[in-house]
């Protein structure tokens, strides 16, 4: 006798999901079971009148005794994170169900409460995977955002406190693309770029941030008999408009904001709703004159960005000397 599929499926689809929520349901106890080994060793330490000292015996004490009872889970180094852990995250209520203890890994390795609460409310709204949370924090996110915004309105857009309403507050410059894998030191066509990015559209949609919606590829656009192509079109749900990106593979120059100009004004007048907002168009550039942009652009622009792209992660050093370049723009009469 032959089992109906469909039956066969839905039968096969229990067991995968119930299989999933075990293993969801048991690293959340997991989690809580760390926080509260941390709890129970600070509160421990604060008996000893040497709290330092004490608190160092007390770890390698404790793992000394609970690791070849329970494994290497409880080495005196993971005590050191149990810790921390309740020390970054001191109510077990506020803690997410959705993070797994490599979430919470990474988030307790930054070194401000403002990181760590802006990562924590991003990773929690855009489902990130403890990987997709790591490659945002090496990427250094927060930082990049901040070179156009404020820690205030960083953290109201994170928490959804905040609506975002212009494209910088949403918009990074530069953009991180280690995730395509090309080496920094060659030349490529924008073809090359383009195809890249579309090959790694996940990751590169994770990069443009949040809301985002692929539309199409090489859109084409017809004037008065004369044919035009748009790189990469996408919806942003959040700014509840169209955002056009040009890729442009050397220095960016006026005609190419020019050009990119014109797209925005063909969605604006003849793709755009009337609900809607205006278009943003984003140039991808490998290189950029920011004076020749800010003059080449209207002063009341909030619609044209342009970001330098980057094939692989920025270091500390790097984002400090583009800080000191913002900061030089605004101190200029």
Not at 216 to 245: E, I
Not at 303 to 330: C, G, M, N, R, W
Request: charged share 25%; aromatic share 10%.
């Amino acid at each position: 006798m032959i089992i109906n599929p469909e039956f066969l499926a839905s039968v096969q689809r229990l067991i995968v999901q119930a299989r999933e929520q075990a293993v969801r349901a048991v690293d959340t106890e997991r989690v809580r079971l760390y926080w509260h080994i941390g709890q129970t060793i600070v509160a421990e330490e604060q008996q000893g009148a040497d709290r330092a000292t004490y608190g160092t015996f007390l770890l390698q004490s404790l793992a000394d005794t609970l690791q070849p009872q329970f494994g290497s889970g409880f080495s005196r180094r993971q005590l050191y994170w149990y810790v921390q852990f309740y020390r970054a995250f001191p109510i077990v209520s506020a803690l997410r169900t959705q993070f797994s203890w490599t979430h919470y890994k990474t988030l307790i390795s930054l070194d401000s409460n403002d990181k760590r609460e802006f990562y924590s409310a991003e990773a929690a709204k855009n489902n990130w995977s403890a990987r997709q949370l790591e490659r945002q924090v090496n990427s250094q996110l927060f930082e990049r955002l901040l070179l156009s915004n404020d820690v205030a309105t960083v953290l109201q857009v994170a928490r959804q406190e905040k609506p975002p309403t212009e494209a910088r507050e949403i918009i990074k410059d530069p953009m991180v693309l280690e995730f395509l894998g090309l080496k920094r030191a060659a030349a490529y066509y924008e073809r090359d770029l383009e195809t890249a990015l579309i090959t790694h559209l996940q990751e590169f949609m994770l990069e443009l941030g949040n809301g985002f919606s692929f539309v199409a590829r090489q859109q084409r656009l017809h004037l008065d008999g004369d044919d035009f192509f748009v790189d990469l079109v996408f919806y942003n749900r959040l700014l509840q408009c169209f955002v056009l990106v040009e890729i442009k593979t050397d220095k960016l120059t006026h005609q190419d904001l020019g050009q990119l100009q014109m797209y925005v004004n063909y969605y604006d007048r003849l793709e755009k709703l009337p609900h809607e907002n205006p278009t943003i168009g984003i140039l991808l550039c490998a290189d950029k004159n920011d004076a020749m942009v800010k003059i080449s652009l209207p002063a009341d622009n909030q619609t044209i960005v342009a970001s330098k792209y980057q094939l692989y992660l920025p270091t500390q050093q790097q984002l400090l000397e583009e800080v000191k370049k913002e900061i030089d723009k605004l101190d200029r009469p």
